[in-house]
């Protein structure tokens, strides 16, 4: 899996160790190099990244903490069949899902039930939807990408899937379970190695573009890496 960081103003010129420890230390220039956009970011998303450089291969690119128009997205995925937005969200519990309604089942450490069908606070997809959809504006417009897909990984070791309906999604799964195979079968389009070097170029570009025209506290500096 192939990548290229670009990091916020506030935040050091190098890869972020956690970034490097993710990509088994491996810190080397490359001819397929893609774009890891990187602000802040929480554990979950760092072991999602993780994940994906364990499970992946060359013929994959992520790109991190993409900014645009609609909003961040903590990691996009362009491989073999398309692009792919995912969300992470630490929630933990037996999530439950209707549409774009949000609710859990809460249990303490003991895995005794505390609370039946709770609300959810804040929207685990955070600015999924929004973003997602203006980079499928950009990549439409600019790109044979005429789809960007979406997931959400729930990375919480004790959060567990329930009844999963109508969701606007097209993954919803655990970190445990996110495998290459799964990914493929949420993405839509088949682009070749050339297109997809494309599509990280276009991406990279329109990043780059927000940054230039956000506040001065949002603007950043790039760094480029690549593991296996």
């Given at each position: 899996?192939?990548?290229?960081?670009?990091?916020?103003a506030?935040?050091?010129?190098?890869?972020?160790?956690?970034?490097?420890?993710?990509?088994h230390?491996?810190v080397?220039?490359?001819?397929?190099?893609?774009?890891?956009?990187?602000g802040?970011?929480?554990n979950?998303?760092?072991?999602?990244a993780?994940?994906l450089?364990?499970?992946?291969?060359d013929?994959?690119?992520?790109?991190?903490g993409?900014c645009?128009s609609?909003?961040?997205?903590?990691?996009?995925?362009v491989g073999p069949?398309?692009?792919?937005?995912l969300?992470?969200?630490?929630?933990?519990?037996?999530?439950?899902?209707?549409?774009e309604?949000?609710r859990?089942?809460?249990y303490d450490?003991?895995?005794?039930l505390?609370?039946?069908?709770?609300?959810?606070?804040?929207?685990?997809?955070?600015?999924l939807?929004?973003?997602?959809?203006?980079?499928?504006?950009?990549?439409a417009?600019?790109?044979?990408?005429?789809?960007v897909?979406?997931?959400?990984?729930?990375?919480?070791p004790?959060a567990t899937?329930?009844n999963?309906?109508?969701?606007?999604?097209?993954?919803?799964t655990?970190l445990?379970?996110?495998?290459?195979?799964?990914?493929l079968?949420?993405?839509?389009?088949?682009?070749?190695?050339k297109?997809i070097d494309?599509?990280?170029e276009?991406i990279?570009?329109?990043?780059a573009r927000?940054?230039?025209t956000?506040p001065?506290r949002?603007?950043?500096?790039m760094a480029?890496?690549?593991?296996?």
């Open positions: 899996m192939n990548t290229v960081l670009l990091l916020d506030t935040a050091p010129t190098e890869a972020p160790g956690w970034l490097a420890q993710a990509l230390g491996i080397k220039p490359g001819p397929r190099q893609a774009a890891l956009l990187s802040r970011s929480d979950g998303a760092q072991r999602v993780a994940r450089a364990a499970i992946l291969d013929n994959w690119s992520l790109i991190c993409h645009n609609g909003g961040r997205l903590e990691h996009v995925l069949r398309g692009v792919l937005a969300a992470c969200t630490g929630l933990n519990g037996r999530m439950h899902c209707d549409g309604r949000w859990r089942d809460r450490l003991y895995n005794n505390v609370e039946r069908d709770a609300p959810v606070a804040h929207e685990p997809t955070g600015s939807y929004p973003a997602a959809a203006r980079l499928q504006q950009v990549l417009a600019q790109t044979s990408i005429r789809q897909s979406t997931a959400l990984v729930f990375t919480h004790a899937l329930g999963i309906r109508h969701a606007v999604l097209n993954m919803v655990l445990a379970d996110l495998k290459s195979a799964t990914l079968q949420a993405m839509s389009g088949q682009p070749d190695h297109t494309g599509v990280v276009v990279r570009r329109e990043h927000f940054l230039r956000s001065p949002r603007r950043g500096g480029r890496l690549q593991n296996r």
